[in-house]
Nanobody
């Protein structure tokens, strides 16, 4: 079993920054890709960013490209999402997830992930 715990969410003004963390326990994540997703009220969960096992490959949704940066520290079994220039439309619950397969690449589809955290709320005021 894997437990993923997100932290770092909160309320921020438009243009501000937040750094989300996703700490894993129960299994090392060294060989797996990790992803960040978000879900706003009344909307489906959507892809935000992903990173392969060693951090050499990343992918971003067009809506966050250039503003968000995903990274990982395998020694700490933790994945991060640095969010800059936040906009009100970034308001959502943010989830981290572990890929089903070993991750030489990373994945944008929710079905490619088998463990999810409980989510952390990010609210951006205008």
């Amino acid at each position: 079993q894997v437990q993923l715990v997100e932290s770092g969410g909160g309320l921020v003004q438009a243009g501000g920054s937040l750094r989300l963390s996703c700490a894993a326990s129960g299994r090392t994540l060294n060989m797996y890709s990790m992803g960040w997703f978000r879900q706003a009220p009344g909307k489906e969960r959507e892809f935000v960013a992903c990173i392969n096992w060693n951090g050499a490959s990343t992918s971003y949704a067009d809506s966050v490209k250039g503003r968000f940066t995903i990274s990982r520290d395998n020694a700490k079994n933790t994945v991060y999402l640095q969010m800059n220039s936040l906009k009100p439309e970034d308001t959502a619950v943010y989830y981290c997830a572990k890929s089903r397969l070993y991750g030489s690449t990373c994945y944008r589809a929710t079905g490619q992930y088998d463990y999810w955290g409980q989510g952390t709320q990010v609210t951006v005021s205008s």
